[in-house]
Each structure stands twice: as structure tokens, then as C-alpha cells.
């Protein structure tokens, strides 16, 4: 075996014999990989598959739901409650464990020589198992679905058991290396690499996550278990849902950098600039389980979570998305490399991420009461990470060694992201436009009432550009699955995504 230096790290590239022994760069010279480094690749992989397969599932509730606004087709479905079951699934598979089982095969990836592979695999099967019993339980009869902001539930034991072995499998991949000082100190020797670049994020992701969980313990203390099961769920993951979203924010910078990393061959950033944009991003959330015991009473309750998501997430994501938009003007040198699909693939995830994100924020502005306004602004944010971690999934893929699709897919590879990208982007703007004009909140089937011709055509929109997005999800699990399939195939019609 021999290694080939990459924007992300050395690669494994296959010698001529299975005797050879693989390797990678130290400091002063190449050593062979340890036991721990190679399974540490193994557990990433699989982190990754199971956020894939957690996505295929909730693309299917997704279609339903889409199907359930649409006007003209939502009055043919009598049971709202079908619906609702559908998004109280969709909402933590796409939402959630998508997002999360994602990021902790970035985390993996990124601190895949550490030890404890005993360990973390158990907490890869623990969230598997979850994500079983989430989904067993939308079966079981007369179950309540309760449409709580941040995480809707399940009334049931099984849901709850199955989302509290999610998050024990998540914590430990997430949390691990959090706190670690290898996690925070510089390498001199790569000031400018995009992995170094994007520890600090990837560890904000899990200190942000370790928080939500203990502002759940403390809720789940201080709320009242009498109340009944909409304010109860509501309060109760009110404090862990806005920690989410910090989650969420910096493992999506981090993939930014990887993939702009990864455009440019040096990352966008120094490690000291984004170690200390890391701080000022984890930074005011330290206070967060202070809020969380005042209980739902206390103004600190609500109103705290509320003005931190509203001042302090934004500042830092916009200063990233700034250098890395500085960073990419580079690409219009003829000194850069040809456009492959793969890269083609990567510039286009990266601004639809950005414009996206963008909207989001915009639309957040103009909430002003309960009404699809509400939705559109949290469907483009999390649209944005989605189509970010899509793109970042092309590049793990890379680094796997799956890198081969017939040139057909490959064309479809390049375009995958900007055709999520467009229709998550006129799903929420045309959610926004029907909020704008009045449209409710959660409301589904025959309960759905239009009274106007406004709502009526930005639900249309909405459900055009649903379909849109559904399009390019199910493209990319298409796409991975055939980069998955063609890993050891040596078809001489397949084309390496990454070369001309």
C-alpha cells in the first residue's frame, strides 16, 4: 500500500499486493497505521450509511406530506392525524438523525486514529436500534402524535426509548473529543488545513449537543408532568431544540471548510481564526442550562432561548460564509484545476448552502405571529446544512475510495445539489409567501382552510418545489448508493467523478 496526501489527509491507496502494509504521514516521517485508525474509517462509513438510509425513510414521509398541502389533493385524505404521524417521523429522521448521524462520521473521520473503537461501535448500534424502534412505534394504534416545535414525539414508550437510544449512540460520537486538547491546539505544520480548520466547529457541534442534553435533564426536573401533552412536549424540548440548532450551524461551517478546503487545496481559514469564531459561537450558550432551570414560568425560560438563537448564531455563520465566498473568487484563475463532476458538484452545494442559509435568516427576520412564515424560515436553514452535509458526503466518498459512476451519473452528480438546492429554496419561499398572506400553521387534509388565492399559490409553489427538493434527495441516494455499488468494480465504461 502507499498514501496519497489530500486537502482532508492522507488516503489509502490500493498497492499491488495484500501483504503490504498501509500507512500514514507523522511529522518527520511515514509510519504504519495502527489498528485504531484503520476501523476508525470502518466506524465513519458507517455513521455515514446510517445517515443516508435515516434520510431515504424520511423522504418517503416527506412525499406524503407534500402530497397532504398540495391544493386539490390535501381535501382527498379524511385523517389528519395520518399526516401528522408522517411528520412527527420526518421530522427526526430528516431534522435529526439525518443531520446528526452525519456529523458524527465527520467527527469520526476526523479523529479516526483515536482509541475506543469498542465503545464507539456500540453507540453506532445503539442509534441504529433507535432509529428502528422511532420508527416502529408510527405503527402501533391509537398512538398520539404530538406536534411540539424542535422535536414532535410519539406518545408512546417505544418512541422515546427509541430517541433516547439515539441520543446515547450520538452523545458519544459527538462528545468525544469535544473537550480534548488535541481537538484545540494548533499543528504548526498545517496552519492552513481545512481538517485542522474545522475541529473547532466539528467540537462546538458536540459541546452544543452535550448541552442540549443536560438542559433536557433539567427540564425534564422543573416542568410540570401534569400539564397537558402539547405545553408539556413543548416546554420540555424547548432549551435542547434551540441547542440543536447550534449543533446543526457548526457542523455545517465545518463542512463549508472541508469543501471549499477541498475546491482549493488549502482551507478558507487559519486554525487560530476558527478555533477563536468557535468560542464566540459556543460561547453564549454556555448560560443555557442556567435558562433551562428557571423553568417554563420564568421569562429566562422562553424568552432567553429565543433572543440567543436570534443574535447568536448568525454573526459567526455569516463571517464564515464571507471568507469562504472570498476564498472561492480564487477558482476564476486559470492555475486551478479542471472542473470534474465531482468538483462541479461541490461549487454548487456550496452556494446553494450559502443561499439557503441566507434565506433562512432573512425569513427568520420576518416572522411576525404563527403562520408558514414559521416553516419556510426553519425549512431553508435546515435546507442549508442538508445540502451542505449532501455535498460533504460526496467528498467522504472520496475519501473512502468511492469514486466511480458511469458518465451519466456522473452529469447527475455535478447537478444533484443545485437541484435540492432550487427546490428547498422555492419550497420555502413559497411557504413564506403563503405565511405572508396568511396561511396556518400545522394544519393538514380537510383541515387545511385556503382564503385566498395567495396562499393558494404559494402552497403551489411550496408543493413545486417539494417535489423539486424530493427529486434531489432521491438522486442522491441514488448517486451514493451507485458510488457504493462501483467501489470495486473495474467496468472500463465507469468514470473516476474526480478526474477530467
Known amino acids: 500500500m502507499k498514501t496519497a496526501g489530500t486537502a482532508l489527509g492522507p488516503?489509502?491507496?490500493?498497492?499491488?499486493?495484500?501483504?503490504?502494509?498501509?500507512?500514514r504521514h507523522s511529522r518527520t516521517q511515514v509510519q504504519p497505521l495502527d489498528k485504531s485508525w484503520i476501523q476508525g474509517v470502518a466506524l465513519s462509513k458507517n455513521w455515514w450509511a446510517l445517515s443516508i438510509l435515516s434520510m431515504a425513510i424520511a423522504g418517503f414521509y416527506a412525499l406524503a406530506l407534500v402530497l397532504a398541502r398540495m391544493p386539490g389533493l390535501s381535501t382527498l385524505i379524511t385523517d389528519p392525524l395520518f399526516f401528522k404521524r408522517c411528520l412527527v417521523v420526518h421530522v427526526n429522521l430528516a431534522l435529526g438523525l439525518?443531520?446528526?448521524?452525519?456529523?458524527?462520521g465527520m467527527s469520526e473521520w476526523t479523529h479516526r486514529g483515536s482509541k475506543g473503537q469498542s465503545s464507539r461501535r456500540l453507540g453506532l448500534f445503539s442509534a441504529s436500534l433507535g432509529l428502528a424502534c422511532i420508527m416502529a412505534a408510527a405503527f402501533i394504534?391509537?398512538?398520539?402524535?404530538?406536534?411540539?416545535?424542535?422535536?414532535?414525539?410519539?406518545?408512546?414508550?417505544?418512541?422515546?426509548?427509541?430517541?433516547f437510544l439515539v441520543a446515547v449512540g450520538l452523545f458519544g460520537a459527538l462528545s468525544r473529543k469535544s473537550w480534548s486538547r488535541e481537538t484545540w491546539k494548533a499543528n504548526p505544520l498545517s496552519p492552513f488545513a481545512p481538517l485542522a480548520a474545522a475541529r473547532p466547529l466539528l467540537a462546538v457541534?458536540?459541546?452544543?449537543?452535550?448541552?442540549?442534553?443536560?438542559?433536557?435533564?433539567?427540564?425534564?426536573?422543573?416542568?410540570?408532568?401534569?400539564?397537558?401533552?402539547?405545553?408539556y412536549y413543548e416546554f420540555l424540548f424547548w432549551g435542547p431544540g434551540h441547542l440543536l440548532q447550534v449543533t446543526h450551524s457548526a457542523g455545517m461551517i465545518a463542512a463549508w471548510i472541508l469543501i471549499t478546503g477541498e475546491l482549493l487545496k488549502k482551507s478558507p481559514v487559519s486554525f487560530k481564526v476558527s478555533r477563536a469564531l468557535a468560542i464566540i459561537l459556543i460561547a453564549p450558550w454556555l448560560i443555557s442550562p442556567f435558562f433551562s432551570w428557571q423553568g417554563p414560568a420564568s421569562?429566562?425560560?422562553?424568552?432567553?432561548?429565543?433572543?440567543?438563537?436570534?443574535?447568536?448564531?448568525?454573526?459567526?455563520?455569516?463571517?464564515?460564509?464571507?471568507?469562504?465566498?472570498?476564498?472561492?473568487?480564487?477558482?476564476?484563475s486559470d492555475s486551478q484545476p479542471p472542473m470534474t463532476f465531482a468538483r462541479k458538484a461541490l461549487l454548487s452545494g456550496l452556494l446553494s448552502s450559502f443561499a439557503l442559509t441566507a434565506t433562512g435568516f432573512i425569513l427568520g427576520a420576518m416572522i411576525r405571529g404563527?403562520?408558514?412564515?414559521?416553516?419556510?424560515?426553519?425549512?431553508?436553514?435546515?435546507?442549508?446544512?442538508?445540502?451542505?452535509?449532501?455535498?460533504?458526503?460526496?467528498?467522504l466518498a472520496q475519501k473512502f475510495d468511492f469514486r466511480k459512476v458511469s458518465r451519466r451519473a456522473g452529469k447527475l452528480l455535478s447537478r444533484q445539489p443545485l437541484i435540492y438546492g432550487v427546490g428547498q429554496l422555492a419550497f420555502a419561499l413559497g411557504f413564506a409567501f403563503a405565511g405572508y398572506h396568511g396561511a396556518a400553521r400545522k394544519s393538514y387534509g380537510q383541515e387545511q382552510q385556503i382564503n385566498s388565492f395567495s396562499e393558494s399559490f404559494g402552497l403551489a409553489v411550496m408543493g413545486g418545489g417539494g417535489l423539486l427538493a424530493i427529486v434531489g434527495g432521491l438522486?442522491?441516494?441514488?448517486?451514493?448508493?451507485?458510488?457504493?455499488?462501483?467501489?470495486?468494480?473495474?467496468?472500463?465504461?465507469?468514470?473516476?467523478?474526480?478526474k477530467v
Open 299 to 332: 421569562i429566562w425560560f422562553l424568552s432567553g432561548f429565543t433572543q440567543l438563537m436570534r443574535y447568536a448564531i448568525f454573526p459567526v455563520t455569516l463571517v464564515f460564509m464571507v471568507m469562504c465566498l472570498r476564498s472561492l473568487l480564487v477558482l476564476r
Open 370 to 395: 404563527s403562520n408558514t412564515m414559521v416553516p419556510a424560515h426553519y425549512h431553508a436553514a435546515v435546507g442549508g446544512v442538508t445540502v451542505a452535509y449532501m455535498t460533504a458526503a460526496f467528498l
Open 141 to 163: 394504534p391509537g398512538v398520539n402524535p404530538v406536534l411540539s416545535n424542535y422535536i414532535p414525539v410519539l406518545d408512546h414508550p417505544l418512541f422515546f426509548g427509541g430517541l
Open 475 to 498: 438522486a442522491f441516494m441514488v448517486l451514493c448508493y451507485r458510488l457504493y455499488k462501483n467501489r470495486t468494480d473495474a467496468n472500463p465504461n465507469l468514470e473516476d467523478i474526480w
Open 98 to 104: 439525518w443531520l446528526l448521524a452525519f456529523l458524527a
Open 11 to 23: 488516503i489509502i491507496v490500493p498497492g499491488p499486493t495484500r501483504s503490504e502494509t498501509p500507512y
Open 205 to 231: 457541534a458536540g459541546i452544543a449537543f452535550g448541552f442540549s442534553l443536560i438542559t433536557l435533564a433539567i427540564a425534564f426536573l422543573v416542568v410540570n408532568r401534569s400539564l397537558a401533552s402539547q405545553p
